[in-house]
T-cell receptor
Framework: KAGVTQTPRYLIKTRGQQVTLSCSPI?????VSWYQQTPGQGLQFLFEYFSETQRNKGNFPGRFSGRQFSNSRSEMNVSTLELGDSALYLC??????????????FGPGTRLLVL | AQSVTQPDIHITVSEGASLELRCNYS??????LFWYVQSPGQGLQLLLKYFSGDTLVQGIKGFEAEFKRSQSSFNLRKPSVHWSDAAEYFCAVGPLGGAAGNKLTFGGGTRVLVKP
């Protein structure tokens, strides 16, 4: 079956712009989580959605937001981009809202470069 | 706050040699523990996980990990490394005590280079 799909795979933006990233989970998966990966900070949790509800949010400024649609697809938005937002953004999907019950599967990521 | 430490940033091993990657966590209780691998340009792939029971866990690609409560460690091992094992490896913990949620807290990662 198809894995987690993230679009676009690569993106270049300039400071001050906004960006929207998309994640399509594996069919039947209702949970989507987002992570930011940078060389300096490593992998950091952004937020988690389950059945269209945000269940958890990481320690990121309000410029970072997300949502999940009824078909479980998720988008994250970053407004007023800063150079430090350059990163690989990963999403992961799962059938369950508990990591103890079901494996999370990660997508290939969207690489964002802010100039 | 939950934290995960991977003391080795880089490790170089010869093909065919054994590999051990270290992971330490700091919690009061035993968390859910995971090892993921990330190949260049790829997302993360789950190698193995530990929730409870037998402290030696077998995973995919010939990897195993041992949970040691007394040392708060969850080290990853492979007896004989292949060139395709060159990648970055991440240790992670999940929510404590069976709590709901899929949030993972990751260590800083260990990059493995395999010499021919």
């Amino acid at each position: 079956k198809a894995g987690v799909t993230q679009t676009p795979r690569y993106l270049i933006k300039t400071r001050g712009q906004q960006v929207t990233l998309s994640c399509s989970p594996i069919s039947g998966h209702r949970s989507v989580s987002w992570y930011q990966q940078t060389p300096g900070q490593g992998l950091q949790f952004l937020f988690e959605y389950f059945s269209e509800t945000q269940r958890n949010k990481g320690n990121f400024p309000g410029r970072f937001s997300g949502r999940q649609f009824s078909n479980s697809r998720s988008e994250m938005n970053v407004s007023t981009l800063e150079l430090g937002d350059s990163a690989l953004y990963l999403c992961a999907s799962s059938r369950s809202d508990r990591v103890s019950l079901e494996t999370q599967y990660f997508g290939p990521g969207t690489r964002l470069l802010v100039l | 706050a939950q934290s995960v430490t991977q003391p080795d940033i880089h490790i170089t091993v010869s093909e065919g040699a054994s590999l051990e990657l270290r992971c330490n966590y700091s919690y009061g209780a035993t968390p859910y523990l995971f090892w993921y691998v990330q190949s260049p340009g790829q997302g993360l792939q789950l190698l193995l996980k530990y929730f409870s029971g037998d402290t030696l866990v077998q995973g995919i690609k010939g990897f195993e990990a041992e949970f040691k409560r007394s040392q708060s460690s969850f080290n990853l091992r492979k007896p004989s490394v292949h060139w395709s094992d060159a990648a970055e490896y991440f240790c992670a913990v999940g929510p404590l005590g069976g709590a709901a949620g899929n949030k993972l807290t990751f260590g800083g990662g260990t990059r493995v280079l395999v010499k021919p």
